[in-house]
């Protein structure tokens, strides 16, 4: 069905106003989208009423078990599927915007922005006509980004990586893949430092 709406531009232009709000706000759905599929969400178990879901029904919310959305964060899937497996936290007030998947025991501290989509930039139109392009994000098992980090997806569309146990220093600018067991800091965000399994000990590169 996905697929047929995607090759009917007729179709879909007829569904995507059903779903929507006009302008301005047409980035949110309408209340009846959210009342059956968004506000059952929130009886959820792990998420905070104060939280924004801008969730649509053609792509998939995730939520896994003792994971846990705080006071003011806003997650969209607008742009592709948003997965939190079991254990995940996010801080509060921090901004996720799929496609993102987030595996077990990932943590987000506050104010973290993950991205996972490109604005197009063309000058002759304004920023809320510009296309949309997706920039697919992972952060594999016990990844934690800290304080304001930004994460960006990459701009040819192949997915970034956050790899296992991977530290990321408050205020960074993740912009590329960041293996695992390093801790990386800064804008654009560099390894400094990376787990030596022999010694037992983080060691500067």
């Known amino acids: 069905m996905k697929n047929v709406i995607k090759n009917n531009p007729t ?4 569904l995507l106003k059903v779903l929507f709000r006009k302008k301005p706000y047409n980035a949110r759905v309408r209340w009846f989208i959210w009342v059956f599929t968004i506000l059952p969400v929130y009886f959820r178990r792990g998420i905070s009423l104060q939280s924004r879901l801008d969730l649509v029904p053609f792509h998939k919310f995730q939520f896994g078990r003792f994971s846990r959305i705080e006071k003011g964060v806003v997650i969209n899937n607008g742009m592709g599927d948003v997965i ?19 595996h077990r025991h990932v943590g987000l501290s506050q104010y973290v922005r993950i991205l996972g989509m490109h604005h197009g930039i063309d000058p002759d139109l304004p920023h809320h006509y510009q296309p ?4 697919p994000i992972v952060l594999e098992e016990d990844a934690f980004v800290g ?19 991977c530290r990321i220093g408050a205020n960074s ?17 560099k390894v400094v430092k990376k787990w030596d399994f022999i010694t037992k000990e983080w060691v500067k590169v």
């Open 132 to 135: 949309s392009t997706k920039a």
């Open 173 to 189: 600018v993740v912009m590329t893949d960041i293996p695992a067991y390093s801790i990386a800091v800064g804008n654009p965000a």
């Open 11 to 14: 179709l879909k232009r007829i």
């Open 147 to 165: 304080t304001g980090t930004v994460i960006m997806g990459k701009k040819n569309g192949n997915t970034l990586t956050l790899g296992k146990y």
């Open 84 to 102: 939190l497996e079991d254990e995940v936290h996010t801080g509060i007030g921090c901004v996720i915007i799929g496609p993102v998947t987030m």
